[in-house]
């Protein structure tokens, strides 16, 4: 061992929403922590990971702007209010986004001072192990050496590339690249329609892009709830999103100034695209790559997905894996709940985790948000069910505001009314599901969501009335 090997009771490989959770929890319980991470911004140490600087967070800054831009602009004079045509100065509005995710990154090095633990830019990967434990190295610009008999790998994941075809972060972009432009383009073109290429497609689009969505699958969002994912491509066709459905990508080209996609539509027809500017968000592939599994024996499945047990627990003892890099939903919360779990277990305390009740959240207008079962997974399992449903555009407050588009959907089981799955498409989507999420959490049943007494007039009472309606109780307004 080198004379300067510092040792760890924990080592976290990744600084993002579950390493820092799990660095933290670690250090709560009296362990000695250090965290790796190796993302920076202009230079600096930049802890997040993707979720702060180049997804969740950028986008959300964004996303509020773009909304704001077309309430401005579309909405006001409903309001009595008239205003001249608005402007947008996009690189005043990237730096507020900038400030955002920097006040973020700012946050997590102050948390990570107070709890006392390492915080080490750099990548970390695996040099050996013995019986003292696990040979760490860490990159430059730290360049570092340790031992720790504990490793939480929370490495995340990267975004997935169209065959021989690179982003440029100029013209073909990542979230990365799409999240930093610094014009609005005439034309953009999005290559799937899941989340990223959804939301990413609605800020551009408020602010005056041509928008136009080639999706392979068959329909929009075919992982939601049927009947939300019909809502929703009347919704976001209505507001002038252009989507294409069943599509197959034949070739990217790039001459520098626009991209060319050449595809065929569902139909069998070679058609070609043109735009300024082209997102691909086909999804995310975990990044476990740098990790030189091979010199510990670290298992990894040939998708790249890190092998672990229900408890998070990889083939080595004292390794364990969280987040993107493992199987499961590719989502903050839920690499969240893993980390604070491991960091528990690690401590020789009992944590559970229930990936069956992560809930899902879309960031568009109106946004989209569910957990639990849909529907379709109910129907393919045999299990017998009942639905209520309730509009926003029966809801007072939903009137006020002139967000009435959408509605909330309630599933419990046949004969014991337990909450099998909520689904909402509306506005605020994406703090309403937490109610749904705890009441599932609790092992409550319609009936019991429909007892609790909401306030009036907010959105939340359609939660209620949706639970009513399952059992043809609900109040119709």
């Known amino acids: 061992m080198r004379e300067d090997t510092q040792l760890f009771d924990v080592v976290v490989i990744g600084a993002g929403p579950g390493g820092y959770v799990a660095a933290i929890r670690a250090a709560q319980l009296g362990l000695s922590v250090c965290c790796i991470d190796d993302f920076q911004i202009d230079g600096k140490p930049a802890p997040g990971g993707t979720c702060t600087n180049v997804g969740c967070v950028p986008s959300k800054a964004l996303l509020v702007s773009s909304c704001l831009y077309e309430t401005i602009e579309q909405k006001a004079i409903d309001h009595g209010i008239e205003v001249s045509k608005p402007t947008i100065d996009v690189g005043k509005m990237q730096a507020r986004k900038n400030s955002v995710v920097r006040q973020t990154n700012d946050g997590l090095l102050y948390l990570f001072k107070k709890n006392k633990i390492a915080y080490l830019n750099g990548r970390g990967s695996f040099v050996f192990a013995d019986d003292d434990g696990y040979m760490i190295n860490v990159s430059e610009p730290s360049n570092s050496r340790l031992m720790t008999k504990n490793v939480i790998i929370a490495t995340g994941s990267r975004p997935r590339k169209l065959p021989d075809v690179d982003f440029d972060e100029e013209r073909i972009l990542s979230n990365t690249g799409a999240l930093s432009l610094t014009k609005v383009p005439k034309t953009l073109g999005i290559i799937g329609a899941g989340v990223i290429g959804l939301e990413l497609g609605s800020v551009w689009k408020r602010l005056g892009s041509e928008v136009r969505i080639l999706e392979a699958m068959p329909s929009l969002l075919g992982f939601a709830d049927e009947s939300v994912s019909k809502t929703a491509y009347k919704v976001f066709s209505s507001h002038g999103l252009q989507m294409e459905f069943g599509v197959r990508i034949d ?6 100034k626009r991209v060319s996609v050449k595809y065929t539509d569902k139909e069998g027809k070679k058609l070609e695209m043109w735009v300024e500017k082209l997102i691909v968000s086909i999804g995310r592939v975990p990044y476990t790559e740098s990790l030189e599994p091979a010199n510990v024996g670290l298992k990894i499945d040939e998708r790249g997905f890190i092998e672990i047990n229900e408890l ?62 849909t529907e379709q997974q109910l129907k393919n399992e045999g299990v017998s069910y009942k639905v209520g449903q309730f509009p926003f555009a029966a809801n007072a407050r939903a009137r006020a505001v002139g967000e009435v588009t959408g509605f909330v959907k309630v599933i419990s089981e046949q004969d014991t009314d337990n909450l099998l799955g909520v689904h909402i498409i509306g506005a605020d989507a994406g703090e309403l599901i937490g109610q749904a999420c705890q009441a599932m959490a609790f092992g409550a049943s319609a009936e019991d969501l429909g007892l609790i007494c909401e306030p009036h007039p907010s959105f939340s009472e359609a939660i209620k009335e949706a639970a009513l309606a399952v059992n043809k109780e609900a109040i119709d307004i």
Not at 323 to 342: I, S, W
Request: proline content about 6%.
């Open 251 to 256: 070739k990217v080209e790039n001459d520098g």
């Open 312 to 373: 998070c627990q990889t083939n080595l003892p004292g390794v364990w894996a969280i987040g993107d890099c493992v199987r499961g939903p590719m989502l903050a919360h839920k690499a969240q709940e893993e980390g604070r779990a491991v960091a528990e277990r690690i401590a020789g305390q009992i944590a559970l985790t229930n990936l069956d009740l992560v809930p899902s959240v879309i960031y568009t207008e109106p946004e989209i948000a569910w957990v639990g079962k």
